[in-house]
């Protein structure tokens, strides 16, 4: 069994963030969405998994996590029929000191929100941060894309973040 620490930050607006290597494109849909676990299938670039994730500690950095590899003629299937509500993103890494952040840059009914994850080996670990990282999101369940496919970014009313 797996576990993630992951920390999650929005991208400050009008700054330009450095990459590492080629954009991904991302299409992910859920086949459960509960608080207590999602059933994500994510077509990423030529590559497709099926992610089991449960619930988040306290923070909200920790939780636990199963992925396996799936074919992407499968990915495609089951994500026919998934819960309403597609997450389409590109993914950007960028390396920052010993850590390599994810950047995602949302389109479609999230089009404007900007996010950068970074992943840990434990919760205390530290951290470069740079300057184009702005507020952290950590534990916070409006920026959980399971969150964001049913309450997406442009029906909150705010302007665009990281753009």
Known sequence: MGKEIERKFLVRPGV???SLGPTTRIVQGYLSSVKERTVRVRLEGEH???TI???????GASRFE???ELPVAE???LLAICEPGVIEKTRTRVAVGRHTYEVDRFFGANEGLI???????DEAESFDRPD????????DVRYYNSTLRKH???AWGLSPVGV
Not at 115 to 121: D, F, I, T, Y
Not at 132 to 139: F, I, K, Q, R, S
């Open 16 to 18: 330009d963030v450095p």
């Open 48 to 50: 497709a998994f099926l």
């Open 53 to 59: 994730k449960g619930i988040g500690n306290a923070s």
């Open 66 to 68: 199963w992925e396996r």
């Open 75 to 77: 990915a495609e299937e």
């Open 115 to 121: 996010l950068a994850e970074l992943e840990l080996q």
């Open 132 to 139: 184009w990282l702005g507020e952290e999101v950590t534990g």
């Open 152 to 154: 997406p970014f442009r």
